[in-house]
């Protein structure tokens, strides 16, 4: 499905979305961007998660006008899983296009759902990725975490003693969510609407929490954001819906980063995100990359 519509992330849309999920990374920052070292962006950039926000309300019109939110339910694809490649950014004000490719339904013992998508800024692309409904998560489908402490004891903002594990905990409440769905051009009363009485944070929402994990493992290892700025290459993303469906305000998500061995220059991590009890709501493969690494790739 090409659309033509264009759309637009305004440097106000930035600021909410940042303060929604405390992402504070100067490259989002309208008063740190410029000290960052060798940005050659001009100004702030939006976020990688209000970005999968958007694409998540898209995808989710594009499967009701095509009778597919009944073909999931019937084939129990309990889990929403995200494939991003980012092949540059949105800066405040670039208009953008989106476009769906057609749906596919693969496999028999694990069916999965699954849509091509694409961003685009001014005819080039800026983000190629795959959408997939699946019946099982499609990465670390080992993780477990029975053998942990106990993690409601554990400090925010610490290590696991003995793991390597970095804890994040943040508490989930309707105003963050409401004013990231605005922040990404979603229609908020299509998850919050007191009158209706329904309360339903969407699975964007408490993905984009871990950016602020991240965030915060890298402060408590001293790294310095400005002259060793970051920029995310890949993310992979997977959520089990129906747990986040039941998702309540003031209902503790406890986050857990670990971060991989690094490889091509690259800095990769798996994070989750998990309930009090240890059910993993999410699971992520993220991949980041020095700026002027990335600056250098492309000029070749």
């Given at each position: 499905?090409?659309?033509?519509?264009?759309?637009s992330?305004?440097?106000t849309h930035?600021?909410?979305?940042?303060?929604?999920?405390?992402?504070?990374?100067?490259?989002?920052?309208?008063?740190?961007?410029?000290?960052?070292?060798d940005?050659?962006f001009?100004?702030?950039i939006?976020l990688?998660?209000?970005q999968?926000?958007?694409?998540?309300?898209?995808?989710?019109?594009?499967?009701?006008?095509?009778?597919?939110?009944a073909?999931?339910?019937?084939?129990?694809?309990?889990?929403s899983h995200?494939?991003?490649?980012?092949?540059?950014?949105?800066?405040?004000?670039?208009?953008?296009?989106?476009?769906?490719?057609?749906?596919?339904?693969?496999?028999?013992d694990?069916?999965?759902?699954?849509n091509?998508?694409?961003?685009?800024?001014?005819?080039?692309?800026?983000?190629?990725?795959?959408?997939?409904?699946?019946?099982?998560?499609?990465?670390?489908?080992?993780?477990?975490?029975?053998?942990?402490?106990?993690?409601t004891?554990?400090p925010?903002?610490?290590?696991?003693?003995?793991?390597?594990?970095?804890?994040?905990?943040?508490?989930?409440?309707?105003?963050?969510?409401?004013?990231?769905l605005?922040?990404?051009?979603v229609e908020?009363?299509?998850?919050?609407d007191?009158?209706s009485n329904?309360?339903v944070?969407?699975e964007?929402?408490?993905?984009?929490l871990?950016?602020c994990?991240?965030?915060?493992?890298?402060t408590h290892?001293?790294?310095d954001f400005?002259?060793?700025?970051?920029?995310?290459v890949s993310?992979?993303?997977?959520?089990?819906?129906?747990i986040n469906?039941?998702?309540?305000?003031?209902?503790?998500l406890?986050?857990?980063?670990?971060k991989?061995?690094?490889?091509?220059?690259?800095?990769t991590?798996?994070c989750?995100?998990?309930?009090?009890?240890?059910?993993?709501?999410?699971r992520?493969?993220?991949?980041?990359?020095p700026?002027?690494?990335v600056?250098?790739?492309?000029?070749?």
């Amino acid at each position: 499905m090409t659309n033509s519509k264009k759309y637009s992330f305004s440097l106000t849309h930035i600021d909410v979305a940042r303060n929604s999920t405390d992402d504070f990374n100067p490259f989002h920052d309208k008063n740190r961007w410029h000290q960052i070292n060798d940005n050659p962006f001009g100004k702030p950039i939006t976020l990688g998660f209000q970005q999968v926000a958007f694409i998540s309300d898209q995808l989710n019109l594009y499967r009701q006008q095509h009778n597919e939110v009944a073909l999931i339910e019937e084939e129990s694809l309990s889990y929403s899983h995200y494939q991003l490649n980012f092949a540059s950014v949105l800066k405040a004000g670039d208009e953008f296009s989106f476009e769906i490719k057609k749906s596919k339904l693969t496999g028999t013992d694990n069916k999965v759902l699954s849509n091509r998508f694409l961003i685009k800024n001014n005819g080039n692309i800026t983000m190629i990725g795959f959408k997939r409904e699946a019946q099982q998560p499609l990465i670390l489908e080992s993780a477990s975490f029975e053998n942990l402490p106990d993690i409601t004891k554990v400090p925010d903002r610490t290590f696991i003693s003995g793991e390597n594990y970095f804890l994040k905990r943040k508490f989930l409440n309707t105003a963050n969510g409401k004013n990231f769905l605005v922040s990404s051009l979603v229609e908020q009363s299509k998850y919050f609407d007191e009158l209706s009485n329904k309360v339903v944070f969407p699975e964007s929402f408490t993905l984009a929490l871990v950016s602020c994990a991240l965030l915060e493992r890298a402060t408590h290892c001293g790294h310095d954001f400005l002259k060793h700025p970051m920029v995310y290459v890949s993310q992979q993303l997977c959520i089990n819906r129906n747990i986040n469906a039941q998702l309540k305000s003031n209902d503790a998500l406890v986050m857990l980063i670990e971060k991989q061995e690094d490889e091509d220059g690259l800095e990769t991590y798996h994070c989750y995100g998990l309930l009090d009890n240890k059910t993993i709501l999410y699971r992520c493969i993220i991949s980041l990359a020095p700026l002027q690494r990335v600056i250098e790739s492309n000029q070749k």
